[in-house]
Structures are given as structure tokens and as C-alpha cells.
């Protein structure tokens, strides 16, 4: 059975089946409310009910006592409607209604899909969630007081592990670690979500996503919650790389309903690749000369959003539709 919901102070309206926690709800109907580790744990979720019923599900007491409860209180993240209902609480805007937080995470699986390439997936402790916007990322605190950044691969809808997209660096202390030290069950700390490269879903216009190497990991984020929030937006997709294995993820974005153009800068014959070639920026200003009407990320390295930024708006982009996101080396000794 489905219920109407009502969220105050907001005034927007989603609806909810009654096996369906309301936060769950809530998300699936593009409104994201504050929510920590969707366990009944850690109260972040916590609401008023203002009218209706709800059943409380497996909220602990310890984060829902008796005397939260008796004053109409819930955690949205284990509560189901029996009727519907008026609830109040904040939904999250932007990322600075976000916390940032420090947390442990166990390595789940590395799968090497380039030879440059790992994909590293983060498993949170029990009873722990991250809450984020698709495209932000999080900074590993290594143990030498060194901060790492990387940006989480997958959509807030899909935390049950943390993904990242790591390229090594020559010379690089912690991406060498990954590669050639990192096992699995290892334990790291980092501090996130932090950035502000995440989709703007308050705009209607069509969408340019413009990702270099892993600068699709973002770019993969954000299209994925897009695509589960059924943005009606157009999406066009440029992956841009050096040789085809700098495209370590062929299938994907041919499942995705988009526009994907793929892009190689140093295509050599054994790539045996008949697509564009150049800079994967160029192609989308090859495509679009007029880009007045869109709104574009970009993501990949600094040499790449700077010549995107220059271009892009010299090709009539307005500049408070660029959105980017450079992957900086940390400076020297950091
Ligand atoms: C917001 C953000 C998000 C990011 N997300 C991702 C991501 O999702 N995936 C990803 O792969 N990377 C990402 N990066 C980049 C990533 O953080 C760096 O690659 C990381 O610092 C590498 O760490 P390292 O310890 O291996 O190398 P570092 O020790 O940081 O670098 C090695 C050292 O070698 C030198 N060096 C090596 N190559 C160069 C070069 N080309 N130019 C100048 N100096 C050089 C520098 O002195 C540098 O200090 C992101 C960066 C930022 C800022």
C-alpha cells in the first residue's frame, strides 16, 4: 500500500509504500534528507511526525528513546507509513548541510581494469554510511599525516560500498601503495564528502559531462544518480583518453540512455580505433560551436579544465554553468 507524504518546511510531496523506509522514499523521489548510517543507529535521520501514522521499525533505543518517541520524534531511516503523513525536517540543499566526518573503511576489492587503473572498493563499519552528492569526493589520512583525494565512483543510492577510480602516478607515494602493497581487509581512515562538483539539479538545461582518464569516476556518479532520479534532462557523455585501455570501462556508458562520444588523444595502431581522436574537449566544441543553453562538468586533470574552462566559454558558456573538478597531485612534501 502507497501513502502520501508531506514534508515540512519544504512543501514537497513524495510517495511512500508501506514496506519502504521514508528516507528511502524520500531519496528514490530525488529529496535528500539528512542521514547517517540507515541503521536505526546514529539518529542523524531524525524527524518529527507531525500527523499520521508510522510503525518504527528497527529503530534502536538508544538513538530513538522512549521520550523522543512520546514527543512524536522518528528516524525516517527505519520508519514506515501506515497513513499519510506530514513530516517535518531539513532536507539537505548542497553539500554544506552535509557533515563532513572521519571515518575507518576496510578494503573490500581491488580489481586492476588498466594497467594504470585499480578500482577500489571501501566497505564502512557496520552501522555506518556515507552520506554524500554524487560527484563529491573523500581525502584518505595516511598515517605520515599525508591527505590523499579521490572521488567516490558511485551514486549515493548505491553505498554499500564506496568505489574509487585510482591512477597511479609515478612516483606516487600512496598510489604506489595501492598498486603494489594494498591487500584486501586493509584499513584506512579518510575524512569526506567534501567538493562541490555535484549535479545541479535545480536547472533544466541539457548536460555536457566531459571526463578525462578517471576523471570519470565523478562523472559516473553523477550520471548514475541521474539516471536513477529519471532526469529528464538530455545527458551527452565525452570519456576522453590517451590510447583505448585509458577507457577502462568500454561496456558502461553504452548502458546508459545518453549520448556517449568516446575520444582518444594518442590513439597508436595497435588500439585499432576508427572514433574521434584529439582533445576530448575539442569534440565538444567540434559538436556544439553555440554552448550557450548547456550546462557542463568537467572532471579529469588541470591541464584539461583549464583549456575546458577557457574554451567552453569563449564556445558562449555561461560561466556559472561550468562545473569542474581538477585532479591537482598533491603539492610537494604534502
Ligand atoms: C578533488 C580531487 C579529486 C581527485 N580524484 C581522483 C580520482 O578519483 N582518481 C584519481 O586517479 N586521482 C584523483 N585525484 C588525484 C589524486 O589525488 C592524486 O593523483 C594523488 O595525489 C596521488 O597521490 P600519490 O601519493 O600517489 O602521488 P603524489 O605523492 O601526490 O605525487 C607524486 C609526486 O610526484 C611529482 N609528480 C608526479 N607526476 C607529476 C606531474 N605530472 N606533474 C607534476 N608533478 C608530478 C609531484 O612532485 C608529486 O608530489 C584527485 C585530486 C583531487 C584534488
Redesign the pocket.
Known sequence: MSFQINLQPSGHHYSADDNVSLLDAALAAGFVLPYGCRNGACGSCKGKVISGEIDHGKAQLSALPDADRSKGLALFCCATARSDLTLECREVANAKDIPLRILPCRVQHIERVASD?IILSLKLPTNERLQFLPGQ?IEFLLKDG?R????I?NAPHQDELLT?????????????HVFEVMKEKEILRFQGP??T?FLREESSKPIILVAG???F??IKAIIEHAIEQKHSRPMQLYWGAQSRSGLYLPELPAKWPLDYVPVLSNASAGDDWIGRTGFVHQAVITDHSDLSEFQIYACGSPAMIDAAHRDFIAAGLPEEEFFA?????????S
Not at 590523499?148 to 572521488?151: D, E, L
Not at 573538478?325 to 612534501?333: K, Q, T, Y
Open positions: 587503473v569526493y599525508k590523499r583525494a579521490f572521488s565512483a574509487l577510480h585510482i591512477r597511479r602516478v609515478d612516483g606516487g607515494s600512496f598510489t604506489t567534501m567538493g562538483f582518464g578517471t576523471g569516476a565523478p573538478d581538477a585532479f591537482n597531485l598533491a603539492p610537494p612534501g
